[in-house]
Nanobody
Framework: QVQLVESGGGSVQAGGSLRLSCTVS?????SAWFRQAPGTEREWVAS??????SYADSVKGRFTISRDNAKKTVYLQMNSLKPEDTAMYYC?????????????????WGQGTQVTVSS
């Protein structure tokens, strides 16, 4: 059974930084971060799979996803935050390798952590 626990959200001013953490129990081959703002659909942010990473255009160059296998933790370092980054952020993971940038590829999700960026 895979379980995910997120932490690290909070409030920050535009231009600031936050680091989200997601501790993963169980065996997984890919991990990702998604986000959802009120009234919008869940949006893919970044993924990591077998040492490779991929990012949505909206966060490329500002966000970095990483995975520490020894600590069983996936991180999302967010720099140069903008008000439009405000959302609930969700960690996702799955034992399968396919569909690594789509929500449909993930069966296990965390509870979410709120990120609020003020202007």
């Amino acid at each position: 059974q895979v379980q995910l626990v997120e932490s690290g959200g909070g409030s920050v001013q535009a231009g600031g930084s936050l680091r989200l953490s997601c501790t993963v129990s169980g065996v997984t081959m890919k991990s990702a971060w998604f986000r959802q703002a009120p009234g919008t659909e869940r949006e893919w942010v970044a993924s990591t799979r077998l040492g490779t990473t991929s990012y949505a255009d909206s966060v490329k160059g500002r966000f970095t996803i990483s995975r520490d296998n020894a600590k069983k933790t996936v991180y999302l370092q967010m720099n140069s935050l903008k008000p439009e980054d405000t959302a609930m952020y969700y960690c996702a993971a799955d034992p399968n390798l396919w569909s690594w940038t789509s929500a449909s590829g993930y069966n296990y999700w965390g509870q979410g952590t709120q990120v609020t960026v003020s202007s």
